[in-house]
């Protein structure tokens, strides 16, 4: 068990959130190990469907986000498309799993 204190982004004025669908080729592994290095993104899962990783970025800004989707991770190798939903209102988000 790990007990952590979760921020939110928006007060530590990190106002862009999104989920990026990568469609991959080749070792998805590895793209979701590179995509996992960089400092932006907080969630990497590997998934079975239309996408073969999401990823989450927290990002300052459009700009920010613009930056890092165009020029970081289109660019990754085994990279095939990448499909970008940005946050507009966070509803929802718990950790408690285990007391259910």
């Given at each position: 068990?790990?007990?952590?204190?979760?921020?939110?982004?928006?007060?530590?004025?990190?106002?862009?959130?999104?989920?990026?669908?990568?469609?991959?080729?080749?070792?998805?592994?590895?793209?979701?190990?590179?995509?996992?290095?960089?400092?932006?993104?907080d969630y990497v899962v590997i998934?079975?469907?239309?996408?073969?990783?999401l990823a989450e970025a927290v990002?300052?800004?459009?700009?920010?986000?613009?930056?890092?989707?165009?020029?970081?991770?289109?660019?990754?190798?085994?990279?095939?498309?990448?499909?970008?939903?940005?946050?507009?209102?966070?509803?929802?988000?718990?950790?408690?799993?285990?007391?259910?």
């Open positions: 068990m790990q007990i952590v204190a979760v921020t939110d982004p928006l007060q530590l004025g990190f106002r862009r959130q999104a989920m990026i669908g990568i469609q991959g080729e080749g070792d998805v592994v590895e793209l979701a190990d590179a995509l996992a290095a960089m400092p932006e993104v998934t079975a469907g239309s996408f073969d990783v990002c300052e800004d459009d700009e920010h986000l613009l930056e890092l989707v165009g020029q970081r991770i289109r660019t990754l190798p085994g990279v095939r498309s990448t499909e970008t939903f940005v946050y507009m209102k966070l509803r929802k988000q718990h950790y408690n799993w285990g007391t259910r």
